[in-house]
């Protein structure tokens, strides 16, 4: 079983940045694939961008590339979500999942953020 709590959404004028975090529990770390989703208002779940358990190989939205940057720390059981140069149309809840390197019949998901880019 995999606990995952994600932090840092809010409020943000276009244009600005956020950071958002996934703490990871209940499993190792170090063999958890990691991923960020979004789901705004009215579409479909999108895959923002995901990470492997090396940190090499991520992969992006076509949306959000060169503006978002995945990172982990597997000493902090962490994924993170670097977003700069934030539009309206991030807006979402952002939600990070993750899925056992050696078991994948089970994605696990977090509570969710809110990110609201506006003026």
């Known amino acids: 079983q995999v606990q995952l709590v994600e932090s840092g959404g809010g409020l943000v004028q276009p244009g600005g940045s956020l950071r958002l975090s996934c703490v990871a529990s209940?499993?190792?770390?170090?063999?958890?694939?990691m991923r960020w989703y979004r789901q705004a208002p009215g579409k479909e779940r999108e895959t923002v961008a995901g990470?492997?358990?090396?940190?090499?190989?991520?992969i992006y939205l076509d949306s959000v590339k060169g503006r978002f940057t995945i990172s982990r720390d597997n000493a902090k059981n962490t994924v993170s979500l670097q977003m700069n140069s934030l539009k309206p149309e991030d807006t979402a809840v952002y939600y990070c999942?993750?899925?056992?390197?050696?078991?994948?019949?089970?994605?696990?998901w977090g509570q969710g953020t809110q990110v609201t880019v506006s003026s």
């Open positions: 990470i492997p358990i090396s940190g090499d190989g991520t």
């Open positions: 999942s993750a899925t056992h390197l050696y078991d994948n019949t089970r994605e696990f």
């Open positions: 209940g499993s190792t770390f170090r063999l958890l694939i």
